[in-house]
T-cell receptor, first 117, second 110 residues
């Protein structure tokens, strides 16, 4: 079974540019989460999708961040325009439906390392 | 603000010893507790979850939870060099969103 995949693995952009990160969750996982880890800090929650709906986006830093999950499959996270403080590792995770026995387990992707110069 | 505290380490133990990793949390309403292992440059991997006070054992790993003291720990018996990684503590309350600690770096030396 394929795990959570993320693309790209690394991205280096200049301040003011736009970057789009992609996450493909495990097939059949309704729940998809985006997290970010800034260097030296803890992993912080950004938002949560249940299928194609945004369940909780309380962690999104500001309106420069836009997440979508059209069709309830893969998700994209767009940063426009990027700022220096957006640098970090962006993780995606997925989990089963809340009715499933293992719904507590979130499977993480390898992350996208974003560097804004 | 919910906080999860971990000693950043590194915690260095010899091969075969018991490694003890600790985590405290601020939210008394927390219900679910998780330990993730993260190798450098890799994704966090869930290794233990615990929901009630006491000990939970899985192979060489034991998670211990004390809700009164707001403390959760992970013991790794017979530590191996392959256990060298960063261990992340995550705590979840009524929502489905965990709060993570910064992680403790563990080094198991031969």
């Amino acid at each position: 079974e394929a795990g959570v995949t993320q693309f790209p693995s690394h991205s280096v952009i200049e301040k003011g540019q736009t970057v789009t990160l992609r996450c493909d969750p495990i097939s059949g996982h309704d729940n998809l989460y985006w997290y970010r880890r800034v260097m030296g800090k803890e992993i912080k929650f950004l938002l949560h999708f249940v299928k194609e709906s945004k369940q909780d986006e309380s962690g999104m830093p500001n309106n420069r961040f836009l997440a979508e999950r059209t069709g309830g499959t893969y998700s994209t996270l767009k940063v426009q325009p990027a700022e220096l403080e957006d640098s970090g590792v962006y993780f995606c995770a997925s989990s089963q439906d809340f009715g499933a026995p293992d719904y507590n387990e979130q499977f993480f992707g390898p992350g996208t390392r974003l560097t804004v110069l | 603000q919910k906080e999860v505290e971990q000693n950043s380490g590194p915690l260095s133990v010899p091969e075969g010893a018991i490694a003890s990793l600790n985590c405290t949390y601020s939210d008394r309403g927390s219900q679910s507790f998780f330990w993730y292992r993260q190798y450098s440059g890799k994704s966090p991997e869930l290794i233990m979850s615990i929901y009630s006070n006491g000990d939970k054992e899985d192979g060489r790993f034991t998670a211990q939870l004390n809700k009164a003291s707001q403390y959760v720990s992970l013991l790794i018996r017979d530590s191996q060099p392959s256990d060298s990684a960063t261990y992340l503590c995550a705590v979840r309350g009524g929502s489905y969103i965990p709060t993570f600690g910064r992680g403790t770096s563990l080094i198991v030396h031969p």
